[in-house]
């Protein structure tokens, strides 16, 4: 039995193309390898691309009510989409403080831009309001 001694093209982990390994549509235009039917779908679906706001992993978190904790005293903020704005900061870094406290609880405190944020549905922020 014998084997070839052909070297793949890519990397079979990440799918990379290997170093001196071209991919087949190096220097080509889409007509010379995609038809016309293929390059509709790629149109559509760059021009659908804006419309995706939320990213899948993140599903349903930019919608979860949120406790700000200012001076100690709680205000109540109808998602985190808002808190984020609210605080002229970003909606991840809010969501990153919440779920940081969520779960450290009460040891270690986070904060985005000096203001501490729970879940709603979270009991961390009423014993934390209890002991200030």
């Known amino acids: 039995m014998t084997f070839s001694e052909e070297r793949p093209q ?4 990440n799918g990379r193309f290997l170093k001196g390994c071209k991919p087949h549509n190096k220097g080509k235009t889409w007509d010379e390898y995609m ?3 293929g390059q509709e779908r790629a149109k559509k679906g760059w021009e659908n691309m804006h419309r995706q706001e939320i ?3 993140n599903s349903g978190r930019p919608r979860r009510a949120v406790i700000a904790l200012v001076d100690g005293r709680p205000r109540y903020i109808k998602d985190i989409a808002t808190a984020g704005k609210l605080v002229n900061g970003r909606m991840g ?4 403080c919440c779920v940081e406290n969520q779960r ?4 270690k405190i ?3 831009k ?3 944020f729970f879940y709603e549905d979270d009991d961390a922020w009423q014993a934390f309001v209890k002991n200030v």
Request: hydrophobic share 30%; glycine share 8%; aromatic share 8%.
């Open 35 to 37: 038809s016309k039917e």
């Open 10 to 13: 890519r990397n079979f982990v």
């Open 55 to 57: 990213r899948p992993a």
């Open 93 to 96: 870094n809010v969501q990153r």
């Open 104 to 107: 450290n609880g009460l040891e």
């Open 114 to 116: 000096g203001i501490a």
């Open 110 to 112: 986070h904060t985005y």
